[in-house]
């Protein structure tokens, strides 16, 4: 099994990155995905947030509102680390958890945004970084995405810097151009992987 750390900033294009990398057979855990379910409705997970957080953080139907949850914690970074205190342990498990089900021959790709920040780099066999340049993502957020620019321009900057995001890469996946221009790139990364993983 090769552990791979698949990492971005926020619309660096990681998802996609990660989509194809599926596509190829990889096995993908992916953190965000996982953060959302373990604080779906009645799970101890959104009851911890609850508890923290208070019923504002709740939607009429019972499930978490995000956009609300998030204009708390990205203008508050002890917020945000309180809810981190809760989520991330919950991921982790369940990233173990998924990792243990895969085979011995499996390529297994943890996508997770906040790799860098948590320094979760020695967990992985190596650490894949989308990157693009600064401006790149903040026009993918704000037309892509529909964010106002004062929204993106604070998510980017709760996030590492690229600096730091490019001093834990093993390999860079430049994303700074078309999707036509990513596929080429990602393929050649998934030859590298298998030949790593070959005895």
Known sequence: MLKVGLTGGIGAGK????????S?????????????????????GLAAVVAEFGTEVLTPDGALDRPRLGSIVFADPARLQ?????VHPLVGRRS????????????????????????????YDLVVVVDASPDTQL??????????????????????????????????LDN?????????????????LRDRLAP
């Open 139 to 172: 026009d993918r957020l704000v037309r892509l995405r529909g964010m106002d620019e004062g929204e993106a321009r604070s998510r980017m900057a709760s996030q590492a810097t690229r600096e730091q995001r490019l001093a834990i890469a093993d390999v860079v």
């Open 82 to 86: 309180a809810l981190n205190a809760i």
């Open 96 to 123: 173990a958890e998924l990792e243990g089900a895969a085979g011995p021959d499996d390529i297994v790709i943890h996508d997770v945004p906040l790799l860098t920040e948590n320094a979760l780099a020695e967990l």
């Open 15 to 22: 998802s996609e990155v990660s989509r194809l990398l599926a």
């Open 176 to 192: 700074d151009g078309p999707l036509e221009a990513l596929e080429p790139q990602v393929k050649r990364v998934w030859q590298q």
């Open 24 to 44: 190829y057979g990889a096995v993908v855990v992916d953190a965000d995905k996982i953060a959302r379910e373990v604080v779906e409705p009645g799970s101890p």
